[in-house]
């Protein structure tokens, strides 16, 4: 079975840092670029990072960039992402997916929630 | 890149056709020809899934009442006939810039 699996969430205070993990399974994880997503609260998606194949290009939005890490173990099948610094407004479920742009097969995993909170 | 979708709610009785705008500041067509939209469906409680790829091309076992099109800055998502199942939120993502979505679109039962 294609699957993606988040860990590392839970509760953090303001400032503080985290990280989280995504296991993959079920497919060639080296075959992909991977990203994570995020959604807030009762709010939409947001592009988060993004990490190319070798794991030598990475991405950030704006409002993560300078705290958030993306990396990769291609050896592990998994997907991490090192959060810094961390805001009230960074607490979302993040997804782990590979935003497939192609036909090939788009895949997400079921979220981590992350709360920023005192 | 913005995305830009309308309406954000829309309300559509069983077996009616539904239709869901998103607009990109760009075109997002590239040098080689490609656009890469997606659209996206997540349901309640559920992580998102891929809809549609390129614009128009659906996904394996998504259900042909489903279909997109669009050129350039403009796309658009159909449902020919809505059932009780495609209750969610329906989410354009743009990838030839960057990885951008909408706002989304809430679509509910009557």
């Known amino acids: 079975e294609v699957q993606l699996l988040e860990s590392g969430g839970g509760l953090v205070q303001p400032g503080g840092s985290r990280r989280l993990s995504c296991a993959g399974s079920?497919?060639?994880?080296?075959?992909?670029?991977m990203n994570w997503v995020r959604q807030a609260p009762g709010k939409g998606l947001e592009w988060v990072s993004t990490?190319?194949?070798?794991?030598?290009?990475?991405y950030y939005a704006e409002s993560v960039k300078g705290r958030f890490t993306i990396s990769r173990d291609n050896s592990m099948k998994t997907l991490y992402l090192q959060m810094n610094s961390l805001r009230a407004e960074d607490t979302a479920v993040y997804y782990c997916?590979?935003?497939?742009?192609?036909?090939?097969?788009?895949?997400w995993g079921q979220g981590t929630p992350v709360i920023v909170s005192s | 890149v913005v995305m830009t979708q309308s309406p954000l709610s829309l309300p559509v009785t069983p077996g009616q056709p539904a239709s869901i705008t998103c607009t990109s500041s760009?075109?997002?067509?590239?040098?080689?020809?490609?656009?890469?939209l997606n659209w996206f469906q997540q349901r309640p409680g559920q992580s998102p899934r891929r809809l549609i790829y390129?614009?128009?091309n659906r996904d394996s076992g998504v259900p042909d009442r489903f279909s997109g099109s669009g050129s350039g800055t403009n796309f658009t998502l159909k449902i020919s006939r809505v059932e009780a199942e495609d209750v969610g939120v329906y989410y354009c993502?743009?990838?030839?810039?960057?990885?951008?979505f909408g706002q989304g679109t809430k679509v509910e039962i009557k």
């Open positions: 997916a590979n935003l497939e742009l192609g036909p090939g097969v788009d895949i």
């Open positions: 079920g497919f060639s994880f080296i075959d992909f670029a």
């Open positions: 990490i190319s194949r070798t794991g030598g290009n990475t």
């Open positions: 760009q075109s997002l067509g590239n040098d080689y020809g490609g656009t890469y």
């Open positions: 390129k614009v128009s």
């Open positions: 993502m743009e990838g030839t810039h960057s990885w951008t």
